[in-house]
T-cell receptor, first 112, second 116 residues
Framework: AQSVTQLDSHVSVSEGTPVLLRCNYSSSYSPSLFWYVQHPNKGLQLLLK??????LVKGINGFEAEFKKSETSFHLTKPSAHMSDAAEYFCVVSDITDKLIFGTGTRLQVFP | DAGITQSPRYKITETGRQVTLMCHQT?????MFWYRQDLGHGLRLIYY???????DKGEVPDGYVVSRSKTENFPLTLESATRSQTSVYFC???????????????FGQGTRLTVV
């Protein structure tokens, strides 16, 4: 069965420093992978998705993620954090029946 | 307004009562989903639907009932609410789940349900 593990429940960075949110997946076939963001008291918004084309995926708001099959990872990065990036981030894998399987989330805090 | 809307946004109900959460989307997406979000668990799938009159269980279906008589609506009913069903519920829709390039789920704003 497909699954996804987000390695950090909380990440804290200073504004202007790089962001790294880690995600590992388990899949018996080539998966589709997504990152969603949830701002406080809001719904979820798609940041980016990997669907088997380029392994480096660029998303909205300067975020990007790299699919590494050998490491079964799909880490989310951003070169320079902004205060508005503070939110909950979810790594998601699409399973063999095309349901979305969510990780437990990483809460990103950005300090001035 | 175009999009996916959930109602109510907030609901407090008593143990044992039946409560229905509504979800409406205006895109005519085939797929619709109900998730619950709990601290430490992320989002867990309750039920999903691939088309009108087609529904299937997700990871945590017990205590919930869904129906989908029209493509645009996907109500979720708690038949006899329990405190363990206190959660934030999200509805989502997707045009396609089998086509990698078109697979993207759009989420509603959520319904915060408290069972007392």
């Amino acid at each position: 069965a497909q699954s996804v593990t987000q390695l950090d429940s909380h990440v804290s960075v200073s504004e202007g420093t790089p962001v790294l949110l880690r995600c590992n997946y388990s899949s018996s076939y080539s998966p589709s992978l997504f990152w969603y963001v949830q701002h406080p008291n809001k719904g979820l918004q798609l940041l980016l998705k990997y669907t088997s084309a380029a392994t480096l995926v660029k998303g909205i708001n300067g975020f990007e993620a790299e699919f590494k099959k050998s490491e079964t990872s799909f880490h989310l990065t951003k070169p320079s954090a902004h205060m508005s990036d503070a939110a909950e981030y979810f790594c998601v894998v699409s399973d063999i029946t095309d349901k979305l399987i969510f990780g437990t989330g990483t809460r990103l805090q950005v300090f001035p | 307004d175009a999009g996916i809307t959930q109602s109510p946004r907030y609901k407090i109900t008593e143990t044992g009562r039946q409560v229905t959460l509504m979800c409406h989307q205006t895109w005519s997406h085939s797929y619709m989903f109900w998730y619950r979000q709990d601290l430490g668990h992320g989002l867990r799938l309750i039920y999903y639907s691939a088309a009108a009159d087609i529904t299937d269980k997700g990871e945590v279906p017990d205590g919930y009932v869904v129906s989908r008589s029209k493509t645009e609506n996907f109500p979720l009913t708690l038949e006899s609410a329990t405190r363990s069903q206190t959660s934030v519920y999200f509805c989502a829709s997707s045009e396609s789940m089998g086509d990698r390039e078109r697979t993207e789920a759009f989420f509603g704003q959520g319904t915060r349900l408290t069972v007392v």
